[in-house]
């Protein structure tokens, strides 16, 4: 069997450091908001090249709550897309904004700064206050055209980087781009802890307070809560596991680019679309998604062999029936929904044996 994703290997190779850094906490007795987060939260924005973070409860609170700081709400509207997990656009829900999607690019999968122009020019009504673009599968989105163009039209940029942890564009990590970065930490992620966790990263002296007050019921002191916040927090546990795997990010990374490369030369002889890595990108594939208008069968027949496979994402967010109030029909997203049928993630994660990586080529000969 090549299982889709196994933890335990990358444990494995650091479970003492993982042992005494739990244990440190354990042995000091503070479990919420102590030295461990506060120290992780300067390690991993420096690690962005920004200036400050805050540790969160998960991805989907660290993109919530870097919204409400930039003060979406009611009546407002912030442009994403559809081809990503569900809490991209829940987020923007969770705000009281609405979330209005545009098409991506056929080959990154991530948002078309085209489609953006478009739907801004021809939108008369000033709602759209923000723009979410998604680096997504661990390749950044086409950052500097959707910064230009949010300049010209005056609106803010949050990064949705929970897929894309070290990632790069002209040579700078993704989350600095724009006003806010925000992270996810669970366990599947390239970073990721051992339960759930996230973060949001800026430059901003004044965004960083705010969310500092937001993720923990607007407490400025003790009983003294100058805002409406929530309880979001990332704990002593999971940021202390935290600081030991962000030692190995770079070289996890550097693995997972090494694997890709290794499927793409096995596989470049397939009818198969591979993933590409534009010019000006470090693409850290926190997953292998290939392309097929075959895939369903693919899929069954890899199942078949023993080989695991998942799909992300099958159903595009403005087709889902929780966001039916918006009112988008099939054919509105064309290309989106296009690869929503032709995607499939194959087995990859850095301590992938190049073995199986070797049978899952193996059986893709066979279907093909």
Request: proline letters at 4%; aromatic letters at 10%.
């Amino acid at each position: 069997m090549v299982p889709f994703l196994d933890l335990t290997r990358q444990y494995k190779g650091i479970e003492e450091e993982i042992l005494s850094a739990t244990r440190r906490v354990y042995e000091k007795g503070r479990f919420v908001l102590g030295e461990e987060v506060s120290a992780l939260e300067k390690e991993f924005a420096h690690y962005c090249g920004v200036r400050y973070g805050v540790g969160v409860s998960s991805g989907t609170t660290a993109l919530y709550l870097a919204l409400k700081t930039v003060g979406m709400g009611e009546g407002d509207e912030v442009v994403t897309v559809a081809n990503s997990f569900i809490a991209t656009a829940l987020a923007v829900s969770f705000t009281g904004a609405k979330p209005i999607f545009v098409d991506i690019n056929p080959e990154t999968y991530t948002m078309d700064p085209n489609a953006l122009e478009h739907l801004l020019k021809r939108r008369k009504k000033r709602k759209i206050k923000a723009i979410l673009p998604v680096h997504l599968y661990g390749h950044p989105a086409e950052i500097d055209a959707i910064m230009e163009i949010a300049n010209r039209y005056d609106l803010m940029v949050i990064e949705d980087a929970c897929q894309a942890h070290g990632a790069e564009f002209d040579g700078k990590r993704v989350g600095s781009f724009g006003v806010l970065g925000c992270f996810s930490f669970y366990p599947t992620k390239n970073l990721g802890a051992y339960g759930d966790g996230g973060m949001v990263v800026t430059d901003h002296k004044g965004l960083y307070e705010k969310l500092r007050l937001l993720r923990c019921y607007g407490e400025k002191k003790k009983y003294q809560h100058i805002l409406k916040g929530v309880n979001s927090r990332l704990d002593e546990v999971q940021a202390a596991i935290l600081r030991v795997k962000l030692r190995y990010l770079d070289q996890w990374n550097e693995g997972r680019r090494r694997k890709a490369q290794t499927y793409t030369t096995m596989l470049r002889f397939s009818p198969l679309l591979l993933p590409v890595e534009m010019e000006e990108a470090r693409h850290v594939y926190h997953l292998f998604v290939i392309r097929t208008r075959r895939r369903n069968s693919l899929q069954t027949f890899l199942r078949g062999k023993g080989i695991e496979t998942l799909i992300h994402y099958p159903i595009p967010i403005h087709l889902q029936k929780a966001y039916r109030e918006l009112r988008y029909r099939r054919g509105d997203l064309p290309l989106t929904e296009q690869i929503s049928r032709e995607i499939l993630s194959l087995p990859f994660f850095p301590e992938l044996r190049d073995e199986e990586m070797g049978e899952v080529a193996r059986q893709m000969g066979h279907f093909f």
